[in-house]
């Protein structure tokens, strides 16, 4: 069995582990990434799936990962960017990927969100609604298939009329207090009195 639930801080490790598996290296260079870099994820809208109560002894195991980021969808428009959507090797094709972009898309409408974009194959993302057209006004800040680049109108029009380049909208996410990181190295670096 697999439960969707909102990711916490004990999750990064694994989870950066599964997208490593997924993606390798070469998803640091994808164009989406330029809209999350430094940016924190959409409040609410980071979750994993987690395997429990299974008899394969992998009770609790990280078995996909999908979130959500603020971005603009051209001038004053606010939308979501989804990915990246991970699930691991073994888990793929149970309906893992499609039970979280099912519980994402139903927490964004929740918290009033009212469109969401994404890179992806047309054949997997279309069944939940997503298409090129309502993205048609949009380019991504980097190279991308057009066919791949997607939209989904959470509230009818949202994206209507919707021109220009898309750019994070997002919370920064906080850079690290440099001078406690070396004065804790250096404090570790001591020899014990």
């Given amino acids: ?20 598996e ?18 924190l994820a959409a409040a609410g809208l980071s979750l994993v799936a987690v395997t429990a109560g299974g008899a394969d002894g ?13 971005v603009s969808a051209g001038p004053g428009r606010r939308a979501l960017l989804l990915g990246p959507l991970a699930v691991a090797e073994d888990r793929r094709g149970q309906g893992v990927g499609a039970a979280l972009v099912t519980a994402a898309l139903a927490r964004a409408r929740a ?3 009212r469109a969401v974009l994404l890179v992806g194959d047309q054949p997997y993302y279309g ?18 298939e057009r066919a791949r680049f997607l939209a989904l109108e959470l509230a009818p029009g ?4 919707s021109r220009g380049l898309v750019s ?13 990181l070396v004065a804790a190295v250096a404090h570790e670096a001591r020899p014990a009195a």
Wanted: charged content about 25%.
């Fill in 158 to 161: 949202a994206l209507a009329g």
């Fill in 58 to 70: 992998a009770a609790g195991r990280l078995a996909g990962t999908v979130r959500l980021w603020n």
């Fill in 22 to 39: 997924a993606f390798g290296d070469c998803r640091f260079a994808k164009t989406c990434e330029r809209l999350r870099d430094g940016r």
């Fill in 111 to 113: 918290l009033g969100h």
């Fill in 127 to 144: 069944r939940f609604g997503f298409s090129p057209g309502p993205a048609g006004g949009l380019w991504l800040p980097g190279p991308v």
């Fill in 168 to 180: 994070p909208a997002g919370d920064r996410e906080p850079l690290p207090d440099l001078a406690a």
């Fill in 1 to 20: 069995m697999t439960i969707i639930r909102d990711e916490n801080l004990r999750d990064v490790e694994a989870r950066e582990a599964l997208l490593d």
